[in-house]
């Protein structure tokens, strides 16, 4: 069984940029969902895609945008970069069917915006 | 809305002590509830759950049970060891939707 991966590992911008994210998420499942973790604080909510459209959102402006592609794999994309973006991006895939499955994290994406 | 809320950290023990991390919890309905691990330089794993008021979830010698009388979900260990050195994360889930996770509580074990 194939875990969630993210890449890159890690990736430096610079303010005003854009930056796009990517996740192949765990085999059998169907929901992706994307969380922005600043330094010392819990993970939170960016949005979640199922069947390859957005059904959820957290307090994040539209320059964070996202995509679910067939395969169920997914990109988080972010316009206009600000140095408050800097922060472990982390994707979680889950299988969304009778029984509510738990996320599966995968070890995320470092921003560093400069 | 949702939320949670966990002690603060960092918890300081030596190894073999008894753990206690708090966590309380306000939703509407019944949540699932979680507790998540961070290594350092890692993601989350999911360490324990519990679906529904009085279930314990367990796993690796943690233990945690839903109360659902007291809105809590504490998470214990007997005997901790240098490797549990980890931030925890309690955190809920109502339905389909997404979780929220409280701020975390840094673990830390000395030999």
């Known amino acids: 069984e194939t875990g969630v991966t993210q890449s890159p590992t890690h990736l430096i911008k610079t303010r005003g940029q854009q930056v796009t994210l990517r996740c192949s998420s765990q085999?059998?499942?169907?929901?992706v969902s994307w969380y922005q973790q600043a330094l010392g604080q819990g993970p939170q909510f960016i949005f979640q895609y199922y069947r390859e459209e957005e059904n959820g959102r957290g307090n994040f402006p539209p320059r964070f945008s996202g995509l679910q592609f067939p395969n169920y794999s997914s990109e988080l994309n972010v316009n206009a970069l600000e140095l408050d973006d800097s922060a472990l991006y982390l994707c979680?895939?889950?299988?969304?069917?009778?029984?509510?499955?738990?996320?599966?994290f995968g070890n995320g994406t470092r921003l560093t915006v400069t | 809305g949702d939320s949670v809320t966990q002690m603060e950290g960092p918890v300081t023990l030596s190894e073999e002590a008894f753990l206690t991390i708090n966590c309380t919890y306000t939703?509407?309905?019944?949540?699932?509830l979680f507790w998540y691990v961070q290594y350092p330089g890692e993601g989350l794993q999911l360490l324990l759950k519990?679906?529904?008021?009085?279930d314990k979830g367990s796993n690796k010698g943690f233990e945690a049970t839903y109360r659902k009388e007291t809105t809590s979900f504490h998470l214990e260990k007997g005997s901790v060891q240098v490797s549990d050195s980890a931030v925890y994360f309690c955190?809920?889930?109502?339905?389909?939707?997404?979780?929220?996770f409280g701020k975390g509580t840094m673990l830390l074990v000395s030999p």
């Open positions: 519990a679906t529904k008021a009085d």
């Open positions: 939703a509407t309905g019944y949540p699932s």
């Open positions: 955190a809920l889930r109502s339905g389909y939707s997404t979780l929220t």
């Open positions: 085999s059998g499942h169907n929901t």
């Open positions: 979680a895939s889950s299988l969304r069917g009778g029984e509510i499955s738990p996320l599966h």
